[in-house]
């Protein structure tokens, strides 16, 4: 991947825990790489295809001075979130801040904190099936955009299917949108759960009914299997209303366990499938 860098950009900030430092501040030098296809910009010799790194100055030092902070760990990851937010064409950034005058006994050169952040790319499974279900699930795609770290890139149509495990209950509504996300799978879990409650789902029966419910399937290739998240999601492979939207948006996409494309995923399960699938 390509970079464009700044080194040791110079601003004074009033960053530390020590009350000297919040009250007295000091000097502070921030390098950045910021990593993209460069060869767009090359080719057309147009600065609205690349990063305008005076721009990403300017944005150092708003940063770094917009308010004080008792670590340069909470510094850099602001800074980092921030550059990929306000600039579209970057896939990733590290951030390294530098803190030549720490408050450290004895002789030392420098102290630094280094970070790197990219972009993921997640897609999420909706469903709903009481009150107005079509509402409840739209309404959550709004909130999933609507959150700075996150943004929908794609949603697929969304359709209504018969219930699942739980077979004696109203239709649903489904649907799967793919997020570009900066926040980590655990972190995603968690504020979807916050969409989750604020629908007013209730958690009293499993494959009962629900206002809303966000499920992680996919996040980059990532395997993992924890207590309370597991990505890929473990039954995907068994749920038709989950595959052919999940098919419509990105039916190439391998599946990291199996190994199998979503658009295989769904015809081996439409081979055997009695479900009903209807288009909203």
């Not at 990219?118 to 309404?139: C, F, P, Q, R």
């Not at 958690?203 to 990532?222: A, H, Q």
Request: charged share 30%; hydrophobic share 40%.
């Amino acid at each position: 991947m390509d970079v464009i860098s700044i080194r040791n950009y110079e601003v004074f900030a009033y960053h530390g825990v020590l009350d000297e430092e919040q009250r007295d501040g000091q000097t502070f030098y921030v390098s950045v790489d910021i990593e993209f296809d460069c060869r767009a910009a090359g080719i057309s010799d147009d600065l609205n295809k690349t990063v305008n790194y005076a721009e990403v100055a300017s944005l150092i030092e708003r940063e770094m001075t917009a308010k004080s902070y008792n670590l340069i760990e909470a510094c850099a990851e602001r800074l980092a979130g921030e550059i990929l937010r306000v600039f579209p064409v970057p896939s990733a950034v590290t951030v390294e801040i530098h803190k030549p005058n720490a408050p450290i006994d004895g002789r030392f050169d420098d102290v630094s904190v280094r970070i790197r952040r990219h972009w993921h790319t997640a897609y999420i499974g909706l469903g709903s099936n009481m009150g107005d279900s079509e509402k409840y699930v739209k309404d959550a795609i709004a909130s999933i955009d609507s959150d700075q770290n996150t943004s929908v890139t794609k949603s697929s149509k969304l359709i209504k299917t018969k219930a699942y495990g739980k077979t004696d209950q109203p239709d649903f509504v489904n649907g799967v949108i793919e997020v570009r996300t900066l926040l980590t799978p655990y972190e995603l879990l968690a504020r979807l759960g916050e969409i989750e409650d604020k629908a007013g789902r209730v958690r009293e029966e499993r494959w009962g009914p629900r206002t809303l419910d966000l499920d992680i399937l996919m996040y980059d290739d990532i395997i993992l299997e924890g207590e309370d998240l597991c990505i890929p999601h473990v039954d995907m492979k068994n749920r038709e209303f989950v595959l052919a939207p999940l098919c419509e948006l990105a039916p190439n996409k391998v599946h990291p366990v199996y190994g199998k494309r979503v658009c295989e995923m769904l015809e081996d399960i439409k081979c055997s499938s009695k479900a009903s699938i209807q288009l909203l």
